[in-house]
């Protein structure tokens, strides 16, 4: 056996773990191509949307121009990129902001996704190329005012008219609800849970704005009414019947955002390192105080942690044996560490910490969302605790 002597070598900050060694060229690649959009079209008006409380509509051509929207699935003008690649393009995405990344979350794994995996052929011919081109754009209706956590419990509901569906009810927290062209619409039939391709123009159907968000404000959340809206047959998923349908979407969404959370982590310590370094007090760098130095290792680790447990899943992602359970594992660690990372960095910064000219608060607020939506923090812990002690705990 050769043994090699350990040399102390120049460490990088900002890649400390080296991960960027277990990624190919081409994942390098995408990766580049989308941290370079995220620096251009993102971070010089991100405060701005943010405060203003909008998402800028304009940025979904340009995301589906380089092939984000959809991206991991293959054939009807989609991408087709590997798991590791959508996951660092959700990092990238997220380190821009949240709402960003969380408009092509949805639009590729909530809204594509139960078309692609579950629609029919026409319904994949008909919606997912102009989806992956951005000219429609979708959202997710799953959760209810009243069904959250439990979404089993929801009351919307779709009856058989003759050969058509009518739909009743209300979904809430929809993100992109108020633009988007199509709904993914779950709701109670006699046979069971089943989702609905509902074109957001068909009459009966309503799109409210939720206003008064400090989270997540460059993000488009809505209430869905649906009010007797009268669907085609073929309007139906005809390939999944059960809650397991869109739990299989959330899989796929839950697995972006366990990368995207590194993301959101990366902006929130790279500039609290950069602030630490120039920020003087009693005469000296911030950055010099064992207190300061200690939230900043904290952070390091947290991230390099984090990217490399997202990593890991994605290369069983694309080998094909990962499973629901670690996709839970990823979502509560990297998002809790994320969250955590931004309250310190936050810290770091004082004062400048809690405006919009620094990312850190915003990330922060952001994160709050991240760590309910797809699942809290309670329901991932409760999933791993089935899995090892095969103990169902939920009620
Ligand atoms: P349970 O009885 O355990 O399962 C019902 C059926 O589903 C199957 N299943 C799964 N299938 C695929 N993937 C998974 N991860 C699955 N987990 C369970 C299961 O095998 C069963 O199938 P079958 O054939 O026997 O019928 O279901 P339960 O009612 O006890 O619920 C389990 C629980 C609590 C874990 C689940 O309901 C849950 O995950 N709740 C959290 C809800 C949630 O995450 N909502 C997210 C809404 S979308 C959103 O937030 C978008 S945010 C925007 C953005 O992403 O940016
Ligand atoms: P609840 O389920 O009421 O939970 C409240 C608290 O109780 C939480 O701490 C929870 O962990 C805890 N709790 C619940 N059950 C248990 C249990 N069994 N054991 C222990 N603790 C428990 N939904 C969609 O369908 N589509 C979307 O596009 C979408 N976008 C969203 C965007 C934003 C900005 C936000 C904030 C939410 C979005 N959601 C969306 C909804 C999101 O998925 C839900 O908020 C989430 O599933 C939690 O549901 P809830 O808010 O009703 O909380």
Known sequence: MSEKAMRPRKVDPLDFLEVDALLTDEELLIRDTVRQFVADRVLPDIGDWFEDGVFPKELAKEMAAMGLLGMHLDGYGCAGTNSVSYGLACTELEYGDSGVRSFVSVQGSLAMFPIWAFGSEEQKQDWLPRMAAGEVIGCFGLTEADSGSDPGSMRTRARRDGDDWVLNGSKMWITSGNIADVAVVWAQ???????????????????????????????????????????????????????????????????????????????????????????????????????????????????????????????????????????????????RMALQVAREARSVLGANGITLEYPVVRHMNNLESVYTYEGTNEIHTLILGQAITGINAFS
Do not use: W
């Open 189 to 335: 039939t006699d046979e069971g849970i089943r989702g609905f391709i509902v074109p957001t123009d068909t009459k009966g159907f309503t799109a409210n704005l939720i206003h008064k968000k400090l989270s997540l404000r460059a993000s488009v959340t809505s209430e869905l009414v649906l009010d007797d809206v009268r669907l085609p047959g073929d309007a139906v998923l005809p390939d999944v019947v059960g809650l397991k349908g869109p739990l299989s979407c959330l899989n796929e969404a839950r697995f972006g955002i366990l990368f995207g959370a590194v993301g959101a982590a990366r902006a929130c310590y790279e500039a609290a390192l950069s602030y630490a370094g120039e920020r003087r007090q009693f005469d000296v760098p911030i950055a010099s105080f064992q207190l300061t130095q200690r939230k900043l290792v904290e952070m390091l680790i947290g991230i390099n942690r984090g990217m490399l447990v997202a990593v890991h899943l994605g290369r069983k992602k694309d080998d094909g044996t990962l499973d629901p359970t670690h996709v839970s594992f990823g979502k509560l660690d990297n998002v």
